[in-house]
């Protein structure tokens, strides 16, 4: 399939589509219900979504509660959350609080934290959002056909004091392999994306529309909360002259500043919380172009100004957002740990772990590989074992020819290093995306205990491998 010719008919059928209203483009809110209330009903289901716009006809999804995203779920930093997840599919799912520091038990990952809900059961999640910031939610099982199809939600938690914008929007970007009806194409698991750059689609939604414009005002200041929910696609947006500031990455607060290039780059289960100052004059309108995938540029969405000019100057208030009650590393201290991950086509097969072995792996379908082992389901020996409370840098070597945005369960962790050069803001992420061959370092505080999945967020290279288990073990002290 030729991405271009897929990305030509997108153009076409965007001719003619109405202007989209930003407000039909956020997501239902919801308010946590208190400790004596009942749960937050999230009901996983087969529905349909107008991802197209008219005179095309709906789209058969799995969806939450009947709405692609679900539901906005919209919390205080603090507050105790709790959702009743009931399984609405025909086969068994979770439901992964991606990014949130959640108890072992709530982290939603079948055979290793729970059992999969089955088929019209229902699990009860509850823990507390420690840390304010964008975070989202997926189930973790099956995941590339699961979330592929539409299982995905946003995750706000509000700081106590956030920063002064006109609006807050959320922006759920997801990219989906059509049929020329209009339907999601069927081939989940093929073995040519799982061993290439994943499933790259031919349609890019936003909270679930392929939108056309999206009307601002002049001189407005927005807090925009990207969130990558593709299985596959990596985005990087040029925001057609304005000067977007990033406050925050995977919800995490990092020193204001403008991206590299001008460019806002979010891999797949990434999060980017941006600050945009709408400097152009009223009636003008801009192109949002992604550029990522080179030559193959396209238009996300134009943004319109309205008749009206909200204010004259660029507010100065601040936007610094205040940090999270994360452990800082004790870079002295920190155990060193080398992961390499192999694997994938031109990848350099014949580098750690023996050869030998990657290919009987390869045999049984396994296509990426961690130290040498691709995972073969959840109940895997872990790949390290942690004593709780210390702290580790993962020297993370990709000797592959692709992107792998790499995410670790119940933490988060800094970016210290980029082939062997610090970064400039050691910022803090869950999901950090290696480019191809790229030596990447990353330091956090062991401390929350259980067993928690490291893994490749490009869904279908987890699915052939790209996967282990990290154990922080209460019970080994450090000797
Ligand atoms: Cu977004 Cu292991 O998950
Ligand atoms: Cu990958």
New binding site residues.
Partial sequence: MTLNRLISRRHVLRTGAAFTAISTLSPARVAMAGPTEDPFLLRAAAGQAALRPAPYGPTDVWSYNGSLPGPEIRVRQGDRIRVLARNGLNEGTTV?W?GIRTPNAMDG?PFLTQDPIPVGGEFLYEFDALDAGTFWY?P?QRSSEQVGRGLYGPLIVEEANPIRVDRDLTWMLDDWRMTGDGQIATDFGSRHDAMHGGRIGNSVTINGQIPDRIAVRSGERIRLRLVNAANARIFGLDFGGLAPVVVALDGQPVSPHVPDDDIVVVGP?MRVDLVIDMTGKPGESLTITDVFYRDLEYRLVDLAYGPDRLRDAVPDWSMELPPNPLAEPDMQAATRHQIIFNGGMMGQMMMGGGMGSMMEQMREGNMWFINGKAATGHMMDPLLVLPQGTSHVLQMDNRTAWHHPM?L?GHSFRVITRNGQPTRHREWQDTVLMAPEERVEIAFVADNPGDW?F?C?ILEHQAAGMMGIIRVDPGTTKT
């Fill in positions: 992964h991606h990952v997926h973790h289960a995410h369960h999945m893994h967020h």
